[in-house]
């Protein structure tokens, strides 16, 4: 956003969505005056920094609108109600002239609204209740940008994890006619950049801008790539039969966490999601990735937000006895996370924590870590003849029998990412919480299953965690209240 830009104040709905929520914390860092819209602000409340105001208020009823775009320069459009209860599509259109009526009241002066591409004769209810959308927008009298675009790549959107589902969970795939499609997917950092410059570029009056990445491809291509990314074989057979219909139902047995909204995306996927001219390129100084980058740029973005997550707050209300089969789910990762209470100060808690491995050992079953190394070096792992190091200290790059120091901060955190063989990815992890009367020690064994043979690995191995795991905590408790030199 330009510099004069800065001064500007923006009013956003959507901030608890995941493209408006990452809309929000890049308007926030440009430092920007920013008011939001929220049905539930207790829940928005904890996501906002800085000076950003909630107003409490519904799209929908219109309550809490006006108060909302007081003063702003430009209002983003950022909610759809597919998913909710009762009739989405007129929730959608009463939303939407709500919210342009409000926004020409205000005397606001540029309404930026992220719909979605499609065209053809297989339009589902939901491509058509968007554009729908972006039409009344446009005719609200308020000049109107109305950004189309298709698939969104990215950690945590709803399209990218029906792909890794889908990937991860079906070795064997059927291949429906609809699953060549043509798509033009983006990725998630591209429709920011291009959300933040809407308030600035040419506007000579309210336009559809349709936007994309670089490259043309279709839904079958994005999974195959997804494959390739996390280093999975899958097979795929051809099935003339299978409609849009019968596949969402399908999909609501392979992916039950999405089967709300992702029946009405899937029932969409006949129709062309593709650019038809250069627009977006000549009005907005933005090349787009290709597909192959979007996907690593995913999984980079999730390994980086995954290894800053404070796994003490997260998991504070997981407590050893809570933990249901298989511990808990962050995402597509499992999680054990336990935590035990010591009557000792922070670095004390820490000291044998920091002395795990190697000759001390592991605290529990010290027989159980040494048969998982012995049985690790015929499939290429590193076993646990590695050791430590020092019997004291630790630094970052470390080796600790089969684990590998990822990051320590002394008195506070330790993180170990595995080296064994496995179908998957592992961290091992302890963080120390300073309380009343002294400390909490939170151990979390992360893992990143890698298909269906990586998640039967993870329940397969659950029932000794819980007796190896549990163990390690409780003796190292013991070893954290014992005095110095005892």
């Given at each position: ?9 923006v009013m956003m709905t959507g901030a608890t969505g995941y493209v408006g929520g990452r809309l929000l914390h890049r308007l926030e860092q440009d430092g920007l005056g920013i008011t939001c819209l929220a049905r539930r602000p207790q829940v928005l409340a904890p996501r906002v920094h800085g000076a950003t105001r909630i ?194 139902l399908w999909l609501m047995l392979v992916t039950p966490v999405y089967a709300k909204v992702g029946r009405q995306l899937v029932e969409g996927l006949r129709a062309p999601t593709v650019v038809s001219d250069d627009r977006a390129r000549r009005m907005f100084a933005i090349t787009p990735m290709g597909m192959v980058e ?44 336990r935590s035990l209470f010591v009557p000792v100060p922070p670095d004390r808690a820490f000291a044998p924590i920091q002395r795990i491995g190697g000759e001390q050992g592991w605290y529990h079953a010290n027989w159980m870590w040494d048969l998982r190394g012995f049985l690790d070096l015929p499939f290429g792992g590193a ?104």
């Open positions: 956003m330009s510099e004069e830009g800065t001064n500007r104040r107003v409490q208020g519904d799209l929908v009823t219109g309550v809490g609108l006006d108060e909302a775009m007081a003063g702003a320069d430009t209002a983003f459009y950022m909610v759809h109600s597919m998913g909710a209860q009762g009739d989405y599509l007129a929730a959608d259109r009463a939303a939407a002239r709500n919210f342009g009526d409000a926004a020409r009241r205000q005397g606001v002066r540029r309404i930026v609204y992220l719909g979605a591409l499609g065209s053809g004769t297989y339009m589902s209810p939901h491509l058509e209740s968007r554009q729908e959308v972006g039409r009344i927008l446009r005719e609200c009298g308020v000049p109107t940008i109305e950004l189309r675009a298709s698939v969104i790549i990215g950690s945590g959107s709803l399209s990218f994890e029906m792909v890794r589902a889908l990937v991860d969970r079906l070795p064997l795939m059927v291949w429906p006619k609809w699953v060549d499609t043509p798509t033009q997917p983006i990725g998630i950092e591209d429709i920011v950049e291009y959300l933040v410059q809407a308030p600035d570029v040419d506007l000579p009056e309210s336009m559809v801008v349709e936007i994309g990445g670089a490259d043309l491809v279709s839904y079958g291509d994005l999974l195959r790539a997804y494959a390739r990314a996390i280093g999975l074989r899958r097979f795929f057979i051809r099935v003339p039969v299978l409609t849009p219909r019968l596949s969402s979007q996907i690593e740029r995913a999984l980079l973005n999730e390994d980086q937000e995954f290894a800053e997550t404070r796994w003490s707050d997260a998991m504070s209300s997981v407590g050893q006895d809570d933990l249901a089969w298989g511990g808990a789910r962050k995402g597509s990762r499992m999680v054990d996370a076993g646990t003849r590695r050791g430590r190091r020092d019997p004291e200290h630790l630094v970052v790059g470390d080796t600790l029998d089969f684990w590998r120091v990822e990051a320590i901060e002394p008195g506070r955190l330790l993180r170990l990412h595995a080296e064994m063989a496995l179908p998957g990815r592992a961290w091992l992890q302890f963080e120390v919480q300073e309380v009343p009367n002294g400390s909490i020690i939170h151990q979390t064994a992360l893992y990143d299953p890698r298909g269906l043979l990586g998640r039967a690995y993870w329940y397969m191995v659950w029932p000794f965690h819980k007796f190896v795991f549990g163990g390690m905590l409780r003796n190292i408790g013991r070893a954290a209240r014992k005095k110095p030199g005892r």
